[in-house]
């Protein structure tokens, strides 16, 4: 799909610098958000949240829209992430599974069998009404500025649920892939449909655009990536695809995988900082990019920070649209104040020539 027939004069979605930039348009800044830019590294995050369990709290209205708010108001960043996690929609449908501080989402019964697939039930809209009214209440108060709604992607869910918990090489996995296409088939099949479901509850609630995370893709082969996992991934991103809001698509380690992310039906590829962006533009075609800073460089002095920046979108002038952020999410010990410093040196650089 190309988004060049869209007329940014008669589509008022289109003002903002990052629905601009992710349709492919020039706006007047590059646009700047991150990913995990509600989280840890805000001590006002770390308040609201004591005492009271991860996953909790991504199902109190109330706390996803102050917890999602936090970052805006704070660094004044051009989109927002409505705060969630890529497991919630599993929780809503009764998986029983936790999100262990340190470690990550903790499955109690991973599915490695057809009958345990069935646990994996469609996505009804009343599973998650806290959050759906979240996302309403989000679009009220976050005004001019976009809402991000996301889901993760079927290999990503596909490897929490079949380890069982966070997986260095996702060994059972890929074990489960290779040993049985058929159910493997079947389980990722039934993953996309309610990752594709959770997306479009949260676009029909207000969302003006979507990222998919296949964080743990870049542990396939291509050709494996081709054979196993872009058709799921694919079809979620075309099941909403008519609803016209611009499909992001990030995983970590897929310089490989790029032009296929692309292809898969995104229209903007999310790239970490391991590829450098030209090339990456290289790779991905007319579509928008979205990157790359190493999360890590926030650690060091901020005139360092500042030039790497000034290299990413000198860089991004190449794309067909580029929205500035890092190749990761935020880690927890970032200084919230060089992510301000960060967003305002990303609004204000003029690139050269
Ligand atoms: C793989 C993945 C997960 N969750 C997510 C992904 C895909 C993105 C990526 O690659 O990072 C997605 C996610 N998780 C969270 C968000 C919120 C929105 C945002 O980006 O600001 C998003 C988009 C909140 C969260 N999700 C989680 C936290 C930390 C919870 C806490 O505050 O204790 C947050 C803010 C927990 C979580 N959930 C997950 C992990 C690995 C962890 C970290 C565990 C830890 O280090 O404690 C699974």
């Known amino acids: 799909m190309t988004n060049d ?43 609201i949240r004591e005492g009271v369990p991860m996953l909790e709290s991504c199902f109190r209205t109330d706390m996803v829209v102050e917890i999602t708010m936090q970052p805006v108001r704070r660094h004044g960043v051009d989109a927002a992430i409505f705060f969630s996690d890529i497991v919630v929609p599993l929780k809503a449908i009764g998986i029983d599974l936790d999100i262990v501080p340190g470690t990550g989402p903790v499955v109690a019964d991973p ?22 009214d979240a996302v309403k209440g989000l679009v009220q108060e976050l005004g001019g500025t976009p ?24 060994r059972r996995t890929k074990e489960l ?47 494996d990536y081709d054979t196993y996992v872009r058709p799921h991934s694919a079809a979620v991103l075309d099941s909403v695809a008519d609803l016209d809001v611009p499909r992001i698509h990030f995983g970590v380690g897929t310089g490989e995988l790029l032009s ?8 903007v590829v999310g790239v970490d900082w ?27 002095p901020t005139e360092v920070v500042h030039a790497r920046a000034a290299q990413i979108i000198d860089a991004g002038r190449a794309a067909h649209g580029h929205v500035f952020n890092l190749g990761h999410g935020v880690l927890p010990a970032t200084d919230a104040d060089a992510l301000t410093r960060l967003v305002d040196f990303v609004h204000s650089y003029e690139p050269e020539g």
Request: negative net charge; charged residues 20%.
């Open 274 to 300: 391991r590829v450098p962006l030209d090339e990456a533009i290289g790779r991905v075609g007319q579509r928008a990019v979205q990157g790359n800073l190493d999360p890590t460089l926030l650690f060091a």
């Open 111 to 132: 599915i490695r069998s057809a009958d345990q697939l069935a646990t994996l039930r469609d996505l009804e809209p009343d599973d998650v009404t806290s959050i759906t």
């Open 260 to 267: 296929r992310m692309g292809e898969a039906g995104a229209d």
């Open 177 to 223: 892939m290779y040993r049985d296409p058929e159910l493997w088939h079947a389980l990722l099949g039934r993953i996309a449909a309610i990752a594709s479901q959770f997306l479009r509850l949260q676009v029909e609630a207000g969302a003006s655009a979507i990222q998919l995370f296949d964080s743990w893709a870049g542990a396939l082969s291509p050709a």
């Open 5 to 47: 027939v869209r007329d940014p004069a008669l589509d008022s979605a289109t003002t903002s610098p990052f629905l601009q930039a992710c349709w492919g348009l020039e706006p007047s800044h590059t646009p700047v958000w991150f990913m995990r830019q509600a989280g840890r590294s805000l001590p006002e995050y770390l308040a």
């Open 147 to 170: 809402l991000i709604g996301f889901a993760g992607a079927p290999f990503t869910l596909a490897s929490y649920l079949v380890e069982g918990g966070p997986s260095r090489d996702h």
